[in-house]
């Protein structure tokens, strides 16, 4: 048994930055892939970023703005997000899996949300323009 921990989220001007942390307890050793998703109000759950297999994926709409980083010593997955959008505001999620990923994934395969079987409560972020 895998448990996130969110936090780091709140409020912020369009412009700023953040960063949003994820610390995991239980059987972490067995996680494979790690990542953030979103949903906004009336929205769908989005992946945001995603890491496994040694590569990260990130979606269009943050590539170059949001980096996904680890630190295994802390057990702790953290987004960094940079040059706020108003479009980034949302309920983010962490979310972590133990099914390895193959050679073969894509971005569309990597933040499928059913391919992740332990999710945080999430933590709000809110930019304001």
């Known amino acids: 048994q895998v448990q996130l921990v969110e936090s780091g989220g709140g409020s912020v001007q369009a412009g700023g930055s953040l960063r949003l942390s994820c610390a995991l307890y239980?059987?972490?050793?067995?996680?494979?892939?790690v990542g953030w998703f979103r949903q906004a109000p009336g929205k769908e759950r989005e992946g945001v970023a995603v890491?496994?297999?040694?590569?990260?994926y990130y979606a269009d709409s943050v590539a170059g703005r949001f980096t996904i980083s680890q630190d295994n010593a802390k057990n702790t997955v953290y987004l960094q997000m940079n040059r706020r959008e108003p479009e980034d505001t949302a309920m983010y999620f962490c979310?972590?899996?133990?099914?390895?990923?193959?050679?073969?994934?894509?971005?569309?395969?990597?933040?499928?949300?059913?391919?992740?079987?332990?999710w945080g409560q999430g933590t709000q972020v809110t930019v304001s323009s």
């Open positions: 239980g059987y972490t050793s067995s996680i494979s892939k």
């Open positions: 979310a972590a899996d133990f099914r390895v990923p193959s050679m073969r994934e894509t971005f569309a395969t990597m933040t499928n949300p059913n391919r992740y079987f332990y």
């Open positions: 890491a496994g297999g040694g590569r990260s």
